[in-house]
């Protein structure tokens, strides 16, 4: 809430607000002339954070819990000491629950400085919008990060090591989103290791060499942001050596029931690995919780969804197309774009695309959103996929028209070569 998600979101709706204004086919006047308050802007994401943070301090005041606030080490008799305030309390329990999350990784020749070179935490507050970004990684936080500021008028590029963007999502999609993101401004660099890092005249220079051509590059830009992956708060966790097993890259390992080694103690969220998702570890939560009252509930990890919040939204769940046909050769897909989805025109968000991918037996194995709103949509094929029902199941299913739902719809009879509304 206060770092992450929600501010994120809503630089990119305040920001995506601020382009469509700027370039509507339908509104006459001195377009040109609107600018973007970016003071205003920040005011008024603190306001959303602050209304967000009360609530939960105040559902947890009507829960009974009290909250002490200060940095919590974990001994290795199973007490906790907490220091701050200048004083130091020490609490012990039958049960404790670790959640110490995550914070940017640096790269060994690139560390976070707050001011040229940034995590997203401070991108998340400049106060003043840039002239030229660049960001080192091309997956969620980068995109995002990258939309965000290249809608303001940055010169952002964006510098991926792999062949993709996105790594590990549909290839399809993916490179979708990658043609669409440039036509929006974005420079998009994909197979770009980058080697050294100079900083001088309030710019930093990035150099390295391309894995695709074998030649060299040297960017440079007013800001970099660190957006290549995460790492474990593991090492802020002890009050004395690890004692808890971890994993080579910090990660504490627990058992299906989020339980580590050590009886009692459980770990959840980012600490424990995995995909880095607030969702995912808000249901961790709710499963820890529940299994030291004496229950044994697991996460259905299959059945993770994710998105990217670009424009358009990507999400996704289970298996790539890849994925799927690297385990079985008898695997279908069906692919609907919202180019004939009436409501999507209606909305001047033509592109993209629903894909679903499925196994003999009609299971979905995996689901995959290119468009307007996909984050929402995904939610019904991630039910689906939860309860084990069928490609027919969602095709059956009556969706209101004109909604974006149809092409979920569209794409579930697509597989079984049923599209009303595209060639079969």
């Known amino acids: 809430m206060n770092y992450g998600c929600i501010p994120t979101k809503h630089l990119l709706h305040q920001t995506k607000v601020f382009l469509e204004a700027t370039k509507s086919k339908i509104l006459d006047g001195p377009l040109t002339q609107i600018v973007c308050n970016w003071a205003r802007v920040q005011e008024e994401k603190n306001r959303v954070v602050d209304r967000l943070v009360r609530g939960v301090e105040l559902l947890l005041q009507r829960g009974g819990i009290e909250v002490v606030k200060g940095t919590a080490l974990l001994r290795e008799d199973h007490s906790l000491v ?14 404790i ?11 060994p020749f690139l560390k976070a400085d707050g001011r040229s070179i940034v995590s997203s935490l401070e991108a998340l507050s400049f106060e003043a919008v840039p002239k030229s970004m660049l960001v080192i990684g091309g997956g969620a936080i980068g995109l995002e990060m990258g939309t965000i500021y290249s809608r303001l008028g940055t010169e952002v590029q964006v510098l991926e090591i792999l062949p993709q963007i996105l790594p590990g999502s549909d290839r399809e999609l993916a490179a979708r989103l990658e043609v669409l993101l440039k036509r929006q401004g974005l420079k998009i660099h994909t ?12 710019r930093v220079t990035l150099k390295g060499v391309s894995l695709k051509s074998g030649q060299p590059f040297e960017f440079s ?21 690890p004692f808890l097993s971890l994993t080579r890259g910090g990660y504490v390992q627990t058992n299906s029931l989020l339980e580590t080694p050590a009886p009692g103690v459980y770990a959840i969220g980012d600490l424990i690995g995995g995909k880095l998702l607030a969702h995912k570890a808000s249901h961790e939560g709710l499963a820890a919780a529940a299994n ?24 996704s769940v289970g298996l790539t197309e890849d994925e799927a046909r690297a385990q ?5 897909t069906g692919l609907f774009s919202f180019q004939a989805n009436g409501r999507a025109l209606t909305m001047d968000s033509p592109e993209g695309m629903v894909k679903i991918v499925a196994g003999r037996d009609d299971r979905i194995l995996g689901a995959h959103i290119l468009g307007p709103c996909a984050s ?6 991630t039910l689906a996929m939860t309860r084990n029902l069928t490609v027919k199941d ?11 739902s149809e092409a979920v719809m569209e794409a579930a009879l697509k597989v079984r070569g049923e599209a009303i509304h595209a060639v079969n």
């Open 82 to 95: 907490v220091r701050g305030g200048g004083g130091e309390r020490v609490f012990e329990a039958g049960t």
């Open 97 to 107: 629950i670790l959640s110490n999350g995550s914070r940017a990784a640096d790269l």
């Open 191 to 202: 197979q770009m290791k980058i080697e050294q890092a100079v900083t001088a005249d309030g």
């Open 221 to 241: 830009a007013e800001r970099v942001l660190l957006s290549a992956g995460r790492k474990p708060n593991s090492d802020r966790l002890f009050a004395g050596a």
């Open 292 to 315: 030291a009252a004496g229950a044994r509930e697991t996460v259905r990890y299959g059945a993770l969804p994710m998105a990217v919040f670009t424009d358009p939204e990507f999400a």
């Open 328 to 332: 079985s050769d008898d695997v279908r």
């Open 376 to 381: 929402d949509l995904l939610a019904e094929l």
């Open 394 to 404: 969602v095709a059956d299913s009556i969706h209101i028209h004109p909604t974006l």
